[in-house]
């Protein structure tokens, strides 16, 4: 059974850092694409970061700020977060895929068909 457990959410102030896990179990052999995406409340799930095997993309809200990885060794990808600020207070949730994607197709929330239940960020100002 495939299973994506995240963990490393909380609350921090404006100009905080966090890092986000996303334990990955159950898969036959690696999964082609990783990615995180986050849900505000009243607002539609959007994707935030994507890495393959090659490359990673980011949405334009986070570049320069924060920094999708993988740990293939422990079956763990990270979203490592700096200079939060309020707008990225969102559950954030964790996806993957067994297909590699290029940039059309990276960042869309169609493309992944296993998900975690989320950890929850909160960024006061």
């Known amino acids: 059974q495939v299973q994506l457990l995240e963990s490393g959410g909380g609350s921090v102030q404006a100009g905080g850092s966090l890092r986000l896990s996303c334990a990955t179990s159950?898969?036959?052999?690696?999964?082609?694409?990783m990615a995180w995406f986050r849900q505000a409340p009243g607002k539609e799930r959007e994707a935030v970061a994507s890495i393959t095997i090659v490359n990673t993309y980011y949405a334009d809200s986070v570049k320069g700020r924060f920094t999708i990885s993988q740990d293939n060794a422990k079956n763990t990808v990270y979203l490592h977060m700096n200079s939060l600020k309020p707008d990225d207070t969102a559950m954030y949730y964790c996806?993957?895929?067994?297909?590699?994607?290029?940039?059309?197709?990276?960042?869309?929330?169609?493309?992944?068909?296993?998900w975690g239940q989320g950890t929850q960020v909160t960024v006061s100002s």
């Open positions: 159950g898969f036959t052999g690696s999964m082609k694409s």
């Open positions: 996806a993957a895929a067994n297909e590699g994607y290029n940039y059309s197709w990276a960042l869309k929330e169609v493309s992944y068909s296993y």
